[in-house]
């Protein structure tokens, strides 16, 4: 599984004149060598690669990784990389600079007096970002779960039910049919604090007439969904039926635009561009999506500062939004999978207004 992954590691390490890497963050330890627990280090230098973890992960960890060197430390992992001497005779060793603490960059340094450390960034992300078969294969699985989720969501809304029931109906749901648990806390907004793109599910009931935006998603294997739809629960007014139109006409822009080759701001530009024209450009306060996959959030984005470039493997969402205060919002989320010459929507659950 690893193989292609730590060639193209080591390729920007050759690029960037670093003989090794040293990477902490747990969702990149998982992604290089397959372990999933909840303390790990993977050490990359040229020629070799090691893995640590505690005792509490011993068979696990023997379980899940292929073609690593496995070391299982009696005190902190640092600690084990030194002694498992992995980067002896190493000059230059990279760390993941956004996930290294103050203290755990201290600790290194006083381990490895010899080394010098460069602070790097990107390289696991940027090999992450192109997915493998495997990989959208279990975001496929991830994906038709919470469609079957929203699904079932759907029979269950009317006036009256609170937006914290929902939530727990999603958690409940997405364990339910098969994947690891919800992917992140799910947004469950109605009426007028749909115009909040963040907001908790709170104890608020859901009143007839209302908008309810509801965002969610799960882990499969450690990869992500996410899925955005906003319902009516009883028959919309004019404005709420409008700004919906706008919301999922400036998405379909997006999407038909997408492609290989085509810099991620041109899409978030053609959302935008629908949205400001329709006279609700104010209202559209975020970015058009972000890349997905062993993260909600990877650092592919789509925005108007992106210097970005899709590729094909790319997983991406599209989630245009309006946001009125004092009235409410919208906003429609689907994942997709860039290719050569299109892109495939990978969610399947339904875009027209839906009124519950
Ligand atoms: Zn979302
Ligand atoms: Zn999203």
């Not at 947004?187 to 749909?194: D, K, L, N, P, Y």
């Amino acid at each position: 599984m690893p193989e292609r992954r730590l060639q193209e590691v080591r390729r920007h390490l050759e690029k960037a004149r670093l003989d090794a890497l040293v990477v902490s963050h747990l969702p990149h330890v998982r992604y290089l060598s397959g372990f999933s627990g909840s303390n790990g280090l993977c050490v990359i230098s040229l020629s070799r690669q090691s893995v640590f973890t505690d005792n509490r992960y011993r068979d696990q960890i023997r379980d899940e990784v292929e073609g690593f060197r496995i070391h299982v430390a009696r005190a902190g992992l640092f600690e084990a990389a030194q002694k498992s001497g992995i980067l002896k005779g190493v000059r230059r060793a990279g760390f993941e600079a956004q996930y290294v603490s103050f203290s755990a960059f201290r600790n290194l340094k006083r381990l490895f007096p010899e080394l010098s450390l460069v602070p790097t960034r990107g390289i696991v992300e940027g090999v992450a970002a192109i997915k493998d078969d495997g990989e959208i294969e279990s975001i496929r699985r991830a994906v038709a779960i919470t469609d079957s989720v929203f699904s079932r969501i759907l029979r269950i809304l009317k006036p009256g039910i609170r937006e914290m029931d929902v939530a727990a109906e999603i958690g409940y749901w997405h364990k339910k049919l098969g994947a690891d648990g919800d992917g992140f806390e799910p947004i469950v907004a109605s009426g007028v604090r749909g115009a909040l793109p963040h907001a908790r599910p709170t104890m608020r009931k859901i009143v007839k007439g209302e908008f309810v935006t509801i965002d969610l998603g799960c882990r499969v294997c450690g990869y992500h969904s996410d899925l955005t739809r906003t319902v009516a629960v009883g028959q919309p007014g004019k404005k709420a039926r409008t700004i919906y139109r706008i919301v999922l006409e400036a998405q379909c822009k997006a999407i038909d635009a997408a492609r290989a080759g085509v810099k991620s701001r041109f899409l978030d530009g053609l959302a935008r561009r629908h949205i400001r024209r329709s006279g609700f450009g104010p209202y559209f306060s975020h970015s058009l999506g972000h890349g997905l996959g062993i993260e909600i959030h990877e650092p592919l984005r789509l925005s108007a500062l992106s210097r970005d470039v899709l590729n094909a493997g790319n997983v991406v969402t599209v989630e245009p939004g309006i946001y009125i205060p004092g009235f409410g919002g919208v906003r429609i989320e689907d994942d997709i999978l860039i290719r050569e010459h299109n892109c495939e929507v990978l969610n399947k659950a339904p875009k027209e207004l839906l009124i519950v």
